[in-house]
């Protein structure tokens, strides 16, 4: 057998899944607008209310001001609310429940997890329950090796515990692992534990600030298999 200091190691890259893989916002006004009836101007509102629930919640869950409780739980609290508020009938958001399992992928996600499988170690790290990145893999065709969820850590992005889960679950000649996200407060936690970084820009993401300096800057997916296997850095 080849020694471990002889082999080459593959590196891992941490790929966010909610916003960076899966067009959640997209998605969700989508899927609500059908489910109700109702037209675009309304679904964007009601998924803007879900979602601003579900990230109070985790907020709340990190501050340990409520114990935890993974995130189609926080769905289903958020439907209910709209049920309660009339904002949502009853039937769609039964409908809804698993609306986290059927977010679309964006253009060259598919593609660009597939190339990035072939040469490196794919792991997601998402705040979506296991349930729901189970349901989402499948449906969305995504091929990483491994997925990790909050409900594996016990808390929420951006607290230090799940990035700190993607760094223990990384193989241990890989070197220190990338973490790959649309939202630069996401890449800011993980930098914060020792993750390198990366930034790729989609609709609806948090752009890096003035103050931001990540280890890489790539257009796309493809463009981020490329800066990986070249050694190279993108520039903001």
């Known amino acids: 057998m080849q020694p471990a200091e002889m082999r080459t190691a593959r590196?891992?890259?941490?790929?966010?899944?909610?916003?960076?893989?899966?067009?959640?916002?997209?998605?969700?006004?989508r899927q609500v607008a059908e489910a109700a009836g109702i037209d675009a101007d309304g679904a964007a509102d009601?998924?803007?209310?879900?979602?601003?629930?579900?990230?109070?919640?985790?907020r709340a869950i990190i501050a340990g001001r409520r114990p935890f409780a993974p995130s189609h739980e926080l769905d289903r609290e958020a439907l209910d609310t709209l049920v309660r508020e009339r904002l949502l009938p009853p039937d769609a958001?039964?409908?809804?429940?698993d609306a986290a399992e059927r977010l679309e992928p964006w253009p060259d996600t598919v593609a660009g997890v597939d190339r990035l499988a072939a040469d490196v170690t794919v792991l997601g790290l998402s705040?979506?329950?296991?349930?729901?990145?189970?349901?989402?893999?499948a449906n969305a065709g995504l091929r990483w090796h491994r997925v990790l969820s909050a409900e594996d850590a016990g808390t929420y992005k951006?607290?230090?515990?799940?990035?700190e889960l993607a760094l223990r679950s990384a193989p241990a000649?890989?070197?220190?692992?990338?973490?790959v996200a649309a939202h630069a407060w996401d890449l800011r936690g993980a930098a914060a534990v020792?993750?390198?970084?990366?930034?790729?820009?989609?609709?609806?993401?948090?752009?890096?600030?003035?103050?931001?300096?990540?280890d890489l800057y790539a257009t796309d997916l493809r463009?981020?298999?490329?800066?990986?296997?070249?050694?190279g850095a993108g520039t903001p």
């Open 93 to 97: 958001a039964t409908t809804l429940a």
């Open 173 to 179: 000649t890989s070197g220190t692992p990338v973490m």
């Open 46 to 58: 009601v998924v803007g209310r879900w979602l601003d629930h579900v990230a109070a919640q985790e």
């Open 127 to 137: 705040n979506a329950s296991r349930r729901a990145l189970a349901g989402l893999g």
């Open 194 to 214: 020792g993750l390198r970084t990366a930034y790729v820009p989609r609709p609806d993401g948090d752009a890096p600030g003035p103050d931001d300096t990540f």
């Open 223 to 231: 463009d981020l298999h490329a800066q990986l296997l070249n050694g």
């Open 158 to 163: 951006p607290a230090p515990g799940i990035y």
């Open 11 to 29: 590196p891992v890259v941490v790929l966010d899944v909610l916003g960076t893989l899966v067009d959640q916002a997209g998605s969700l006004r």
